[in-house]
């Protein structure tokens, strides 16, 4: 096995951990297909609507992803922010979804310096 095949799979074990200790193994991947493409969005500065997500076809059917939305929303991974049109809000993940991210970070970035690996 190659060196950098040894790092994905290492990642792969650290997410699945984090993935317990933050409570989204009770979620199916679909779930964190979609939290990852919110918090992209967001951080690449992006506005995303609810309106915007549901048009995302990878994600779903409009009706599954407002379910997963929903309990996106219910289990603090989510909010929604008011804009100037009340009929639109903005989707951006919340601070425990950040967290989340940021110890995902850490990881890799733990992997990647780690000098069994080198």
């Known amino acids: 096995m190659t060196k950098r095949a040894q790092q994905y799979f290492e990642f792969c074990i650290l997410k699945k951990s984090l993935r317990e200790e933050f ?9 964190e297909v ?14 995303l609507s609810v309106k915007d997500l549901m048009s995302v076809k990878s994600l779903g059917s409009p009706a599954a992803i407002h379910a997963r939305l929903k309990i996106l929303r219910d289990y603090d991974w989510v ?10 809000k903005q989707v951006v993940i919340s601070a425990s979804a950040a967290l989340y991210f940021e110890q995902l970070g850490k990881a ?3 992997i990647a310096i780690s000098k069994k690996y080198h």
Request: no cysteine.
């Open 79 to 88: 909010e929604l922010k008011e804009t100037g049109d009340r009929r639109r």
């Open 108 to 110: 890799l970035h733990k």
């Open 34 to 47: 979609m939290l990852e493409y919110i918090a992209i969005q967001n951080h690449q500065n992006l506005r």
């Open 23 to 31: 409570g989204l193994q009770e979620y199916g991947p679909e779930f």
